[in-house]
Protein backbone atom coordinates (compact mmCIF):
# COMPACT_ATOMS: atom_id res chain seq x y z
CA UNK A 1 0.00 0.00 0.00
CA UNK A 2 1.27 3.49 -0.78
CA UNK A 3 1.95 5.77 1.91
CA UNK A 4 0.48 9.07 1.66
CA UNK A 5 1.27 12.49 3.00
CA UNK A 6 -1.08 11.97 5.92
CA UNK A 7 0.56 9.29 7.13
CA UNK A 8 4.21 10.92 6.81
CA UNK A 9 2.31 14.26 8.33
CA UNK A 10 1.49 12.15 11.19
CA UNK A 11 4.92 10.20 11.73
CA UNK A 12 6.83 13.48 12.11
CA UNK A 13 3.95 15.44 14.15
CA UNK A 14 6.14 17.53 16.49
CA UNK A 15 9.19 17.16 14.78
CA UNK A 16 11.07 20.45 14.81
CA UNK A 17 13.20 21.83 12.19
CA UNK A 18 16.58 22.13 13.88
CA UNK A 19 17.29 25.58 13.14
CA UNK A 20 14.13 27.08 12.62
CA UNK A 21 12.78 25.11 15.68
CA UNK A 22 9.03 24.86 14.80
CA UNK A 23 7.45 21.82 13.64
CA UNK A 24 8.13 20.79 9.78
CA UNK A 25 4.90 20.04 9.55
CA UNK A 26 3.37 23.44 11.11
CA UNK A 27 5.73 24.97 8.82
CA UNK A 28 4.48 23.35 5.41
CA UNK A 29 8.13 21.85 4.82
CA UNK A 30 7.18 18.41 4.09
CA UNK A 31 6.52 17.50 0.52
CA UNK A 32 4.72 14.65 -1.21
CA UNK A 33 6.40 11.52 -0.32
CA UNK A 34 7.22 8.90 -3.53
CA UNK A 35 6.74 5.47 -3.15
CA UNK A 36 9.50 4.23 -4.90
CA UNK A 37 10.30 0.32 -6.29
CA UNK A 38 10.96 -2.16 -4.03
CA UNK A 39 9.15 -0.70 -0.86
CA UNK A 40 11.22 2.66 -0.50
CA UNK A 41 9.66 5.50 0.57
CA UNK A 42 11.17 8.68 -0.32
CA UNK A 43 10.18 11.75 2.02
CA UNK A 44 11.20 15.19 0.33
CA UNK A 45 11.77 18.09 2.75
CA UNK A 46 11.65 22.18 1.79
CA UNK A 47 15.36 23.48 2.92
CA UNK A 48 16.21 27.10 3.38
CA UNK A 49 19.41 26.38 1.70
CA UNK A 50 20.80 23.90 -0.25
CA UNK A 51 23.20 22.76 0.13
CA UNK A 52 22.14 23.13 3.80
CA UNK A 53 24.78 23.41 6.79
CA UNK A 54 23.20 21.51 9.20
CA UNK A 55 21.91 18.50 6.74
CA UNK A 56 23.23 15.74 8.91
CA UNK A 57 20.97 17.13 11.77
CA UNK A 58 17.70 17.44 9.71
CA UNK A 59 17.96 14.30 8.09
CA UNK A 60 18.71 12.59 11.71
CA UNK A 61 15.72 13.86 13.57
CA UNK A 62 13.33 13.21 10.26
CA UNK A 63 14.52 9.42 9.54
CA UNK A 64 14.44 8.54 13.57
CA UNK A 65 10.99 9.72 13.53
CA UNK A 66 9.95 7.85 10.12
CA UNK A 67 11.97 4.51 11.02
CA UNK A 68 9.41 4.89 14.39
CA UNK A 69 6.48 5.03 12.48
CA UNK A 70 7.59 1.84 10.27
CA UNK A 71 6.04 3.40 7.06
CA UNK A 72 8.12 1.48 4.98
CA UNK A 73 11.27 -1.21 4.84
CA UNK A 74 13.41 1.50 3.51
CA UNK A 75 13.29 4.98 3.52
CA UNK A 76 15.00 7.85 2.27
CA UNK A 77 14.95 11.66 2.92
CA UNK A 78 15.74 14.51 0.30
CA UNK A 79 15.95 17.56 0.80
CA UNK A 80 14.87 20.04 -1.74
CA UNK A 81 16.13 24.07 -1.40
CA UNK A 82 13.25 25.77 -1.31
CA UNK A 83 11.62 28.42 -4.25
CA UNK A 84 11.71 32.01 -3.81
CA UNK A 85 8.27 32.18 -3.33
CA UNK A 86 8.47 29.57 -0.80
CA UNK A 87 10.42 31.50 1.04
CA UNK A 88 8.83 34.68 0.96
CA UNK A 89 5.51 32.02 2.00
CA UNK A 90 8.04 30.67 5.05
CA UNK A 91 9.28 34.22 6.04
CA UNK A 92 5.84 35.50 6.02
CA UNK A 93 4.52 32.98 8.51
CA UNK A 94 7.64 33.13 10.86
CA UNK A 95 7.54 36.53 11.16
CA UNK A 96 4.05 38.03 9.48
CA UNK A 97 4.47 41.44 7.82
CA UNK A 98 2.61 44.16 10.45
CA UNK A 99 0.93 47.09 9.11
CA UNK A 100 -1.30 48.06 11.84
CA UNK A 101 -1.00 51.24 13.14
CA UNK A 102 -0.85 50.13 17.17
CA UNK A 103 2.01 48.11 16.77
CA UNK A 104 4.19 50.73 14.83
CA UNK A 105 3.43 53.64 17.56
CA UNK A 106 4.26 50.13 20.19
CA UNK A 107 7.26 49.77 18.42
CA UNK A 108 9.06 53.09 17.50
CA UNK A 109 11.73 51.51 15.55
CA UNK A 110 9.56 49.04 13.68
CA UNK A 111 8.50 51.55 11.76
CA UNK A 112 8.82 50.25 8.14
CA UNK A 113 5.81 47.57 7.15
CA UNK A 114 6.98 43.93 8.56
CA UNK A 115 10.09 45.58 11.05
CA UNK A 116 8.90 44.88 14.04
CA UNK A 117 11.16 44.86 17.73
CA UNK A 118 9.17 41.30 19.05
CA UNK A 119 10.79 42.29 22.34
CA UNK A 120 9.41 45.83 22.79
CA UNK A 121 6.03 43.83 22.59
CA UNK A 122 3.70 43.77 25.16
CA UNK A 123 3.11 39.79 25.57
CA UNK A 124 6.50 39.41 24.94
CA UNK A 125 7.30 36.68 27.08
CA UNK A 126 10.94 36.54 26.68
CA UNK A 127 13.29 37.32 29.61
CA UNK A 128 16.22 39.52 28.43
CA UNK A 129 19.66 39.03 30.48
CA UNK A 130 22.33 41.71 29.93
CA UNK A 131 25.49 39.64 31.17
CA UNK A 132 27.73 42.93 32.21
CA UNK A 133 30.98 43.59 33.92
CA UNK A 134 33.10 46.60 34.47
CA UNK A 135 36.28 45.10 33.32
CA UNK A 136 37.06 42.80 30.48
CA UNK A 137 38.51 39.29 31.13
CA UNK A 138 36.57 38.48 33.97
CA UNK A 139 34.32 35.85 32.40
CA UNK A 140 31.54 37.60 30.93
CA UNK A 141 31.33 35.11 27.74
CA UNK A 142 32.05 31.94 29.03
CA UNK A 143 28.91 32.82 31.50
CA UNK A 144 26.81 33.36 28.92
CA UNK A 145 27.42 30.40 26.63
CA UNK A 146 27.27 28.56 29.46
CA UNK A 147 24.20 29.84 31.51
CA UNK A 148 22.41 30.03 28.18
CA UNK A 149 23.30 26.13 27.36
CA UNK A 150 22.70 25.51 31.01
CA UNK A 151 19.05 27.33 30.59
CA UNK A 152 18.44 25.22 27.16
CA UNK A 153 18.99 22.25 29.16
CA UNK A 154 15.83 23.30 31.29
CA UNK A 155 13.54 23.36 28.17
CA UNK A 156 13.82 26.80 28.04
CA UNK A 157 14.28 28.39 24.31
CA UNK A 158 17.52 30.60 24.30
CA UNK A 159 19.30 33.31 22.48
CA UNK A 160 22.18 34.75 22.93
CA UNK A 161 22.69 38.18 21.06
CA UNK A 162 26.76 38.65 21.21
CA UNK A 163 26.78 42.47 21.21
CA UNK A 164 30.38 42.69 22.27
CA UNK A 165 31.62 44.76 19.72
CA UNK A 166 35.64 44.57 20.44
CA UNK A 167 35.56 40.93 21.54
CA UNK A 168 32.95 39.12 19.72
CA UNK A 169 33.92 35.09 21.33
CA UNK A 170 30.92 33.71 21.11
CA UNK A 171 30.53 32.01 18.09
CA UNK A 172 33.70 30.35 18.55
CA UNK A 173 32.69 29.32 21.66
CA UNK A 174 29.84 27.82 20.66
CA UNK A 175 31.36 26.19 17.49
CA UNK A 176 29.80 28.04 15.20
CA UNK A 177 31.79 29.08 12.43
CA UNK A 178 29.03 29.77 9.39
CA UNK A 179 27.26 32.83 9.00
CA UNK A 180 22.89 33.11 9.35
CA UNK A 181 21.49 31.51 6.70
CA UNK A 182 18.20 34.00 4.97
CA UNK A 183 15.29 33.11 4.18
CA UNK A 184 14.12 35.57 1.99
CA UNK A 185 15.09 38.98 3.90
CA UNK A 186 14.71 37.40 8.04
CA UNK A 187 18.29 36.25 9.45
CA UNK A 188 17.96 32.95 10.81
CA UNK A 189 20.32 32.47 13.64
CA UNK A 190 23.23 29.38 13.72
CA UNK A 191 21.93 26.92 16.78
CA UNK A 192 24.49 25.23 18.56
CA UNK A 193 23.73 23.04 21.58
CA UNK A 194 19.87 24.30 21.34
CA UNK A 195 21.36 28.08 21.72
CA UNK A 196 20.43 30.69 18.94
CA UNK A 197 23.25 33.02 18.50
CA UNK A 198 23.83 36.40 16.62
CA UNK A 199 26.62 37.99 16.62
CA UNK A 200 28.36 41.46 15.76
CA UNK A 201 31.29 38.93 14.61
CA UNK A 202 29.15 37.28 11.61
CA UNK A 203 29.02 41.02 9.83
CA UNK A 204 32.12 42.84 10.92
CA UNK A 205 35.65 41.69 9.67
CA UNK A 206 38.63 41.59 12.18
CA UNK A 207 39.98 44.49 10.00
CA UNK A 208 37.33 46.77 10.93
CA UNK A 209 39.02 49.81 13.09
CA UNK A 210 37.71 49.30 16.62
CA UNK A 211 36.92 52.89 16.69
CA UNK A 212 34.12 52.36 14.08
CA UNK A 213 32.76 49.72 16.23
CA UNK A 214 30.69 51.26 19.16
CA UNK A 215 28.92 53.56 16.98
CA UNK A 216 28.16 51.13 14.60
CA UNK A 217 26.58 49.41 17.47
CA UNK A 218 23.26 50.83 18.16
CA UNK A 219 22.09 50.37 14.37
CA UNK A 220 23.40 46.79 14.14
CA UNK A 221 21.71 46.04 17.46
CA UNK A 222 18.30 47.01 15.89
CA UNK A 223 18.85 45.09 13.27
CA UNK A 224 19.62 42.27 15.26
CA UNK A 225 16.31 42.59 17.20
CA UNK A 226 13.85 43.23 14.24
CA UNK A 227 15.60 41.35 11.21
CA UNK A 228 16.44 38.25 12.88
CA UNK A 229 13.64 35.62 13.59
CA UNK A 230 14.48 34.72 17.34
CA UNK A 231 10.74 32.87 17.75
CA UNK A 232 9.24 32.24 20.79
CA UNK A 233 12.87 32.44 22.98
CA UNK A 234 12.06 32.44 27.13
CA UNK A 235 15.39 34.30 27.24
CA UNK A 236 17.73 36.47 25.01
CA UNK A 237 21.06 36.57 26.82
CA UNK A 238 23.38 39.72 25.71
CA UNK A 239 26.93 39.46 26.05
CA UNK A 240 27.72 42.83 26.65
CA UNK A 241 31.48 44.84 25.99
CA UNK A 242 33.01 45.54 28.87
CA UNK A 243 32.80 49.13 30.50
CA UNK A 244 29.39 51.00 30.76
CA UNK A 245 29.12 52.36 27.69
CA UNK A 246 27.04 52.88 24.87
CA UNK A 247 25.56 49.21 24.64
CA UNK A 248 23.49 49.71 27.56
CA UNK A 249 22.54 52.63 26.70
CA UNK A 250 21.04 50.95 23.45
CA UNK A 251 19.45 48.54 25.24
CA UNK A 252 17.68 50.73 27.31
CA UNK A 253 16.24 52.32 24.12
CA UNK A 254 15.45 48.73 22.29
CA UNK A 255 15.10 46.04 25.35
CA UNK A 256 13.80 48.02 28.10
CA UNK A 257 12.77 45.00 29.74
CA UNK A 258 16.57 43.98 29.75
CA UNK A 259 17.45 42.90 33.26
CA UNK A 260 20.95 43.02 34.24
CA UNK A 261 23.25 40.15 35.82
CA UNK A 262 27.06 41.67 36.58
CA UNK A 263 30.13 39.06 36.80
CA UNK A 264 33.08 39.93 38.61
CA UNK A 265 36.04 38.21 39.99
CA UNK A 266 36.42 37.35 43.75
CA UNK A 267 39.29 40.37 44.39
CA UNK A 268 37.95 43.94 45.77
CA UNK A 269 39.67 45.98 42.48
CA UNK A 270 37.34 43.59 40.03
CA UNK A 271 34.42 44.75 42.23
CA UNK A 272 34.81 48.13 42.17
CA UNK A 273 34.85 47.95 38.55
CA UNK A 274 31.60 46.22 37.95
CA UNK A 275 29.84 48.51 40.66
CA UNK A 276 30.19 51.23 38.16
CA UNK A 277 28.47 49.56 35.14
CA UNK A 278 26.19 48.74 37.69
CA UNK A 279 25.03 52.46 39.00
CA UNK A 280 25.10 52.89 34.52
CA UNK A 281 22.22 50.19 34.54
CA UNK A 282 20.89 51.97 37.71
CA UNK A 283 20.70 55.15 35.53
CA UNK A 284 18.92 53.77 32.59
CA UNK A 285 16.44 52.25 34.80
CA UNK A 286 17.44 48.43 33.68
CA UNK A 287 16.54 46.58 36.66
CA UNK A 288 19.89 45.01 38.19
CA UNK A 289 19.02 41.51 39.23
CA UNK A 290 21.87 39.69 40.85
CA UNK A 291 25.85 39.04 41.01
CA UNK A 292 27.42 35.89 39.05
CA UNK A 293 31.35 35.67 40.67
CA UNK A 294 33.37 33.89 38.28
CA UNK A 295 37.02 32.31 38.97
CA UNK A 296 35.75 31.69 42.98
CA UNK A 297 38.79 29.73 43.77
CA UNK A 298 40.49 26.56 42.31
CA UNK A 299 40.93 22.80 43.31
CA UNK A 300 44.40 21.79 43.24
CA UNK A 301 45.13 17.88 42.38
CA UNK A 302 45.40 17.68 46.27
CA UNK A 303 41.81 18.33 46.38
CA UNK A 304 42.37 21.58 48.31
CA UNK A 305 40.31 24.76 46.95
CA UNK A 306 42.95 27.77 46.65
CA UNK A 307 41.43 30.94 46.65
CA UNK A 308 43.61 32.63 44.13
CA UNK A 309 41.94 35.74 43.00
CA UNK A 310 40.83 36.35 46.76
CA UNK A 311 37.58 36.37 48.52
CA UNK A 312 34.22 37.49 49.36
CA UNK A 313 34.39 40.05 46.41
CA UNK A 314 30.96 38.53 44.80
CA UNK A 315 29.40 38.78 48.20
CA UNK A 316 30.71 42.47 48.53
CA UNK A 317 29.10 43.50 45.53
CA UNK A 318 25.83 41.52 45.52
CA UNK A 319 25.43 43.24 49.55
CA UNK A 320 26.42 46.82 48.29
CA UNK A 321 24.11 46.83 45.43
CA UNK A 322 21.35 45.34 47.44
CA UNK A 323 21.01 42.34 44.91
CA UNK A 324 21.74 38.32 45.64
CA UNK A 325 24.79 36.54 44.84
CA UNK A 326 23.70 34.09 42.24
CA UNK A 327 26.41 31.60 41.75
CA UNK A 328 29.91 31.61 42.58
CA UNK A 329 31.88 29.43 39.53
CA UNK A 330 34.98 27.37 39.83
CA UNK A 331 38.03 28.28 38.25
CA UNK A 332 38.59 25.36 35.84
CA UNK A 333 40.95 24.69 32.68
CA UNK A 334 38.55 22.94 31.35
CA UNK A 335 36.34 26.23 30.90
CA UNK A 336 39.02 27.78 29.01
CA UNK A 337 39.65 24.77 27.06
CA UNK A 338 35.64 24.26 26.09
CA UNK A 339 35.85 28.14 24.89
CA UNK A 340 38.65 27.37 23.10
CA UNK A 341 37.35 24.21 21.18
CA UNK A 342 33.64 25.43 20.75
CA UNK A 343 32.45 22.72 23.16
CA UNK A 344 31.31 24.58 25.98
CA UNK A 345 32.23 22.28 29.51
CA UNK A 346 27.95 22.73 30.26
CA UNK A 347 27.55 20.83 26.91
CA UNK A 348 31.03 18.07 27.08
CA UNK A 349 30.74 17.27 31.16
CA UNK A 350 27.72 18.22 32.12
CA UNK A 351 27.99 16.77 35.66
CA UNK A 352 31.33 17.92 36.59
CA UNK A 353 31.53 20.25 39.52
CA UNK A 354 31.14 23.82 37.42
CA UNK A 355 28.71 22.62 34.96
CA UNK A 356 26.29 22.00 38.27
CA UNK A 357 27.47 25.55 38.93
CA UNK A 358 26.10 26.62 35.82
CA UNK A 359 23.48 24.44 36.31
CA UNK A 360 22.48 26.34 40.16
CA UNK A 361 22.79 29.84 38.17
CA UNK A 362 20.12 28.74 35.84
CA UNK A 363 18.30 27.65 38.19
CA UNK A 364 18.52 31.02 40.26
CA UNK A 365 18.06 33.10 37.69
CA UNK A 366 14.60 31.23 36.93
CA UNK A 367 13.65 31.65 40.46
CA UNK A 368 14.24 35.36 40.37
CA UNK A 369 11.70 35.31 37.66
CA UNK A 370 10.67 38.42 35.35
CA UNK A 371 11.75 41.86 36.74
CA UNK A 372 9.13 43.44 37.49
CA UNK A 373 9.43 47.43 35.84
CA UNK A 374 9.52 50.14 38.27
CA UNK A 375 9.05 53.44 37.20
CA UNK A 376 10.05 55.93 39.78
CA UNK A 377 7.67 58.50 38.00
CA UNK A 378 4.69 56.78 38.97
CA UNK A 379 5.94 56.69 42.94
CA UNK A 380 3.26 57.85 45.66
CA UNK A 381 4.30 60.97 47.00
CA UNK A 382 4.60 60.71 50.90
N1 LIG B 1 35.57 29.78 35.44
C1 LIG B 1 36.59 29.78 34.57
N2 LIG B 1 37.59 28.88 34.68
C2 LIG B 1 38.62 28.90 33.81
N3 LIG B 1 38.77 29.76 32.79
C3 LIG B 1 37.79 30.68 32.64
C4 LIG B 1 36.66 30.75 33.52
N4 LIG B 1 35.87 31.77 33.10
C5 LIG B 1 36.49 32.31 32.04
N5 LIG B 1 37.63 31.67 31.76
C6 LIG B 1 38.60 31.97 30.69
O1 LIG B 1 39.07 33.30 30.91
C7 LIG B 1 39.20 33.99 29.69
C8 LIG B 1 38.30 35.23 29.70
O2 LIG B 1 36.94 34.80 29.80
P1 LIG B 1 35.80 35.41 28.88
O3 LIG B 1 36.25 35.54 27.49
O4 LIG B 1 34.58 34.64 29.16
O5 LIG B 1 35.71 36.82 29.58
P2 LIG B 1 35.02 38.16 29.08
O6 LIG B 1 34.64 38.91 30.31
O7 LIG B 1 33.96 37.85 28.11
O8 LIG B 1 36.23 38.83 28.36
P3 LIG B 1 36.21 40.05 27.32
O9 LIG B 1 36.07 41.27 28.16
O10 LIG B 1 37.54 39.95 26.66
O11 LIG B 1 35.05 39.86 26.42
C9 LIG B 1 38.82 33.01 28.60
O12 LIG B 1 39.98 32.42 28.10
C10 LIG B 1 37.96 31.99 29.33
O13 LIG B 1 38.01 30.72 28.73
MG1 LIG C 1 33.74 38.45 26.09
Known amino acids: MAVTKEEVEAALNGVLEPEIRKPLVQLGLIGEPINAWGGKLV ?10 PYEEALKS ?28 RLRNLLKPPSDSEAQTVANP ?53 DADVYGFSVPKMLGISRNPLLIDDLMLP ?69 EILVVTTPQPAAQRVAQRSAYAARQLKLPLRGVIENMSWFVGDDGKKYLIFGEGGGKELADNLGVPLLAQIPLVSDVRVGGDDGVPITASAPNSEVSRAYDALASAVEALGPARVYRSELKVRG
Open 43 to 52: VPIGVVADPL
Open 61 to 88: VVLEALAKANLASKIDVELRGLSQSDLL
Open 109 to 161: IGHEQGRVNQFMESGTKTRVLGISSGKGGVGKSSTSVNLAIALAKKGYEVGIL
Open 190 to 258: PVAYGVKCISVGFFVSDETPVIWRGPMLHKALEQFLVDVYWGDLDFLLLDMPPGTGDVALSMGQYLPKS
